[in-house]
């Protein structure tokens, strides 16, 4: 076989070229932080939003010199939402990079392996987005984390329901997922705990395209409160499908994730209309720097961030501080800084206590959005709300 | 011994240095994983390469090792460290082999490796929803035993030489030509008087046995399972395949060579070529698959033996 | 009839009409990939891709020009046709002519293919999350049925009841084109033995070429018909590529009816089972049903597909 090979030329020649363009890096005094995120997979998206995010934080910090003087320098590697992937990449950030400090992960199951790997090595590690409750239950002394875990998802659902009047009874429709497990079973301890009648309990594997005939038994229950924790565009067929069963309940309450994401409003289009849901930040909290986060990040990259993003750029924020106040940068005291972090960022305060089971834990409100006339409003806590919640809901027929 | 066999060991001695002469742990990592799918690949060889049963549900085996190990520990029966682990590990996975054999082999070619895909589905399946055995969707979290990359290594190490011994051995035994029989022709084989069943059985307990140790080995290493990690089609399955296909299924050394790419390119692409790796990885499959028919060690071979009988044939000219 | 009674009712008939809507879309996906295996023993991992390009085709059709996805059909049809051929002829062939210890050459082949065509799509369009909005996406049909004093409200999904419709005519046009046209009757003998076939003069190679153009093709159109109730990201193929799988045994290589029976079969499976046995094992009922279907009707369940 004399076949010429044009593939293998041109894979070469890009692997060459790759390769080459990787080594030239920005030379000169640089803080290099190692960043894995899910860049390729089924969460790619979430992962991309991340990356940008840090992306125009670092910019803005190197804009205004950098931190003492040193520009921040991102290295950002995709896991593929994969765990043995974002250990391998954090091994090698620790042991051949030699970084002393390691912040990212999306998912729970890689941020929980990520955290077990730089504990082992005695790195701190800043936990970004990552919510299921064991990360910071370990009893681990370097892992930090700057979100609020999967028990606290909810509060400000409790809370709301406090002004409005806890439901009788409620059905829970989550997804296989880690997060969607843990952030149910939150919201069913709660319910069994306030004599909220849980009716129904049932998880689903992520991506079906028919939810009508578990809707419909749903339907048949009649529950107050219809909850739903999903990651992805469940989420939108969820509520395009009890409309079209025309199912009314009090409301429609979702865990965050798929619910607060833009395109839930584009896809769902008028089924999204007061569907209300948990969230860790929304563009009206009163955070100083939120809604310039918020503009300048729609401005750049022509669409909207949710709490996702505002969790990556508060971390990279959070990571210059504590660089700031380190004595030296070593893992050590970047550790030490780290612990004693105590500032504002556009996602909310950042202080890592200790409480039950917690340990190295940000704790935060959390707040309730509601989809009002195509758009997301802020509807609790008071201080940050920016319209008054509609509960109950109106029934689909009588609405617009 | 000869000295083809000398030349053999060498490389052998080689892998089996590597710890000493670098401690590194992400290249250790490298290794671990190279020589654990050197594991997978082999044991599927065996049933597929060798045996002509296509299966593409391998990671049922996998997974149900990996499960095994995790329960074990989860409920207190054993501690990580210890090393019948890999032992029952794969002891399960063969008793699941077993059941889904006896399900499986009545059907041929395509059918049987479908089946087995769909099988190996509903274990996943299971896996998640079965909460109180399995933790279902969040996992199972164990603290690795050993601090040191070193020891995993020569376990893993341990593992693949045993099974690369078993499965030349059996290759040399009557079972093993029994095998290549079937793969050849099974209502040939079943004419001649040989219990095909009994054999494809036989070859799929060896396989599925070291399947499910190295799953075994996976949770005890990694730290971390979850169904959609251990028992994945794309992931686990289908890339077991590809390995020993690459390679070359049906030769010595076609899929170990076959594991040292994957994991090798995988990670190279990853880190140099950025977010298009995986893009690039398909098109590499894709070469690889028209370029090297039968893998990269059989399409060497075929090469070298025409040139050889070119030779020959020259010299009787 | 008391009003636990008619909820009931109106449950079991809204998880019919789910299940068998549902079933005419899963069987358009099955059809394309029952002609494949049926005609060339292939099992094209790249199926769920396939769609997945013509999702995008449709979306960018209605992003940008507005088009319809209904009436984007006929873009996507002879679009996704020819990309089949494409692959078909200068991929696949080459590969199923090499001699091989075993012939999995091409099914590996189909996976490279499906990385590629996923990747370069999140690369092409980003992982973002992309819908067609059309006006009718949620537009329902009521059927409101007065039964022992009680109002049993079922409801019609409209655009499910095009793709069904849809189905069923490129179901029947393709069952008809094999059994009367000149190039169905050669794919059909070509499917039965190839060897055959070609002493019969019939090129072979160009019908395995136009045999992946109507696959692909097919699941492009149910793609199409999908995009309007579904959401769009490059990495959507995988769980359709294993539902075509159960679909195609459970109607037998090659049959078209049968693949549209085991569409249904399927579609029902899922809807009755998740709400009356399990929600999270719906995904392992259509599993199950296949291996059965595999070992006691192995030429499908309408017995008539090649064995």
Redesign the interface.
């Known amino acids: 076989m004399t076949k010429p090979r044009p593939m293998q030329l041109v894979t070469l020649a890009l692997l060459v070229g790759g390769m080459s363009a990787s080594l030239l890096l920005a030379q000169g005094k640089t803080f290099k932080v190692g960043v894995p995120l899910p860049l390729t997979g089924a969460e790619a998206k979430f992962g991309e939003m991340e990356k940008q995010a840090y992306e125009m934080a670092v910019n803005e910090i190197n804009a205004k010199g950098g931190v003492k003087g040193t520009n921040l320098v991102l290295d950002i590697q995709d896991s593929g939402g994969k765990p043995e992937t974002a250990t391998a990449i954090v091994e090698k950030f620790i042991t051949i990079d030699k970084d002393p400090i390691v912040v990212g992960e999306y998912s729970s199951q890689c941020s929980y392996a990520v955290a077990g790997v730089a504990e082992k090595y005695k790195v701190p590690y800043l936990v970004v987005t990552g919510a299921a409750d064991k990360i910071t239950q370990q009893g681990w002394k370097y892992v930090y984390r700057l979100n609020p875990p999967s028990t606290l998802y909810n509060q400000g659902l409790y809370g709301l329901w406090g002004t409005v009047g806890k439901p009788k009874s409620i059905a829970l429709l989550y997804e296989n997922t880690d997060f969607g497990t843990s952030t149910s079973r939150a919201m069913k301890e709660y319910c069994e705990a306030n004599g909220i009648k849980v009716v129904l309990d049932e998880g689903y594997q992520a991506g079906g395209v028919d939810f009508k005939p578990i809707l419909q038994k749903v339907k048949s229950l009649r529950p107050d409160v219809i909850y739903m924790v999903s990651y992805l565009m469940d989420a939108s067929l969820l509520m395009r499908q009890s409309k079209e069963l025309d199912i009314n309940p009090q409301a429609f309450i979702g865990g965050a994730a798929g619910f607060t994401l833009p395109e839930f409003l584009q896809n769902a289009a008028d089924a999204s209309e007061d569907a209300l849901s948990g969230t860790l930040w929304t563009p009206q909290v009163k955070y100083p720097g939120a809604k310039a986060f918020f503009d300048n990040f729609k401005a750049k990259y022509s669409k909207d961030p949710d709490y996702h993003g505002a969790e990556a750029y508060a971390a990279a924020y959070v990571l210059a501080d504590t660089l700031k106040r380190a004595k030296t940068w070593t893992p050590e005291d970047l550790r030490a800084a780290l612990a004693a972090t105590n500032m504002m960022t556009a996602f909310g305060p950042v202080k890592f206590i200790s409480w039950g089971k917690f340990t190295n834990q940000n704790r935060m409100e959390t707040l309730v959005l509601q989809v009002q006339n195509k758009k997301f409003e802020t509807v609790y806590p008071p201080d940050a709300a920016s319209a008054k919640a509609i509960y109950p809901v109106p029934h689909w027929r009588d609405r617009k | 011994m000869s000295r083809k066999n000398l030349i053999g060991l060498l490389p052998i001695a080689a892998v089996l240095l590597i710890p000493l002469l670098t401690q590194n742990p992400y290249l250790l990592h490298m290794f671990i994983l190279s020589l654990m799918w050197i594991v997978l690949g082999q044991s599927w060889n065996l049933l597929g390469g060798y045996t002509g049963q296509i299966s593409y549900g391998h990671a049922a085996f996998f997974g149900v090792g990996a499960y095994t190990a995790g329960i074990m520990v989860k409920s207190g029966l054993s501690a990580s460290t210890a090393w019948w682990g890999l032992l029952l590990g794969g002891l399960m996975a063969a008793l699941v082999a077993a059941a889904i054999g006896w399900i499986c082999f009545r059907l041929r070619g395509s059918y049987f490796s479908l089946s087995v895909l769909a099988l190996s589905e509903v274990l996943r399946i299971v896996a998640v929803n079965w909460n109180r055995l399995t933790n279902g969707a969040e996992g199972i979290l164990l603290i690795p035993a050993f601090n040191t990359k070193t020891y995993y290594y020569y376990i893993a190490f341990g593992l693949a030489a045993v099974n690369l011994g078993v499965i030349r051995w059996v290759m040399h035994t009557k079972p093993g030509y029994y095998f290549l029989a079937i793969r050849e022709d099974q209502d040939c084989a079943e004419s001649l008087g040989i219990d095909t069943t009994k054999f494809k059985l036989l070859s799929l307990l060896i396989s599925a046995f070291f399947t499910g140790a190295a799953g075994a080995f996976y949770m005890n290493y990694m730290g971390f399972i979850d169904p959609g990690i251990v028992f994945s089609l794309p992931d686990i399955s289908i890339m077991v395949i590809l390995v020993t296909m690459l390679g070359g299924a049906a030769t010595k050394w076609g899929p170990a060579v076959g594991a040292v790419i994957f994991i090798l390119v995988s990670e190279i692409f990853r880190v140099w070529v950025g977010s298009g790796h995986l893009l690039f990885f398909g098109v590499l499959i894709i070469a690889i698959i028209i370029y090297f028919p039968n893998g990269i060690v059989g399409t060497l071979a075929d090469r070298r033996a025409r040139r050889r009988r070119a030779r020959g044939a020259e010299a009787v000219a | 009839m008391s009003p636990q009674v008619a909820?009931?009712l109106?449950?079991l008939g809204?998880?019919l009409i789910?299940?068998v809507?549902?079933g005419g879309?899963y069987a358009l996906i099955g059809l394309g990939m029952s002609l494949i295996?049926g005609v060339m023993?292939i099992?094209n991992?790249a199926h769920g891709e396939l769609m997945m390009v013509a999702m995008y085709i449709t979306f960018w059709a209605f992003t940008l020009a507005k088009i319809d996805p209904y009436a984007s059909l006929l873009i996507v049809f002879p679009l996704m046709f020819l990309l089949g051929v494409g692959v078909q002829k200068f991929?696949l062939s080459?590969?199923m002519e090499?001699?091989?210890?075993?012939p999995?050459?091409q099914?590996?082949?189909t996976?490279?293919?499906?990385?590629?065509l996923?990747?370069?799509a999140?690369?092409l369009f980003?992982?973002?999350?992309r819908?067609v909005?059309v006006s009718y996406?949620?537009k329902?049909i009521?059927w409101d049925l007065k039964l022992g004093g009680q109002t049993i409200?079922l409801?019609f999904?409209y655009p499910f009841l095009i793709a069904f419709c849809i189905a069923g005519v490129l179901g029947a046009s393709l069952f008809i084109f094999l059994a009367k046209t000149d190039t169905g009757r050669m794919i059909r003998a070509t499917a039965q033995d190839k060897r055959a076939a070609a002493l019969m003069g019939i090129n072979t190679k160009r019908i395995t070429y136009i045999t992946f153009g109507i696959g692909a093709a097919l699941v492009g159109a149910a793609g199409a018909l999908?995009d309007p109730?579904?959401?769009l990201?490059?990495?959507?193929g995988?769980?359709f590529t294993?539902k075509a799988?159960?679909i195609t045994?459970l109607g037998g290589l090659g049959d078209i009816p049968g693949a549209v029976l085991g569409g249904l079969v399927l579609g029902l499976a899922?809807?009755?089972g998740?709400?009356y046995i399990?929600?999270?094992?719906?995904?392992?009922f259509g599993?199950?049903i296949?291996?059965l279907v595999?070992?006691f009707m192995?030429r499908g369940l309408l017995g008539r597909g090649r064995a």
């Open positions: 909820g009931q109106e449950l809204q998880v789910s299940g809507l549902l879309l295996m023993k099992i991992l991929l080459p590969v090499a001699d091989t210890v075993l999995q050459g099914v590996l082949l996976v490279g293919l499906g990385l590629v996923s990747n370069l999140l690369l980003t992982a973002n999350y819908s909005p996406a949620s329902t009521y409200s409801s999904s999908l109730v579904y959401y990201y490059p990495q959507i995988g769980q294993s799988f159960v045994i899922e809807s009755l998740s709400v399990s929600l999270g094992y719906k995904d392992a599993f199950i296949f291996v595999l070992i192995p």
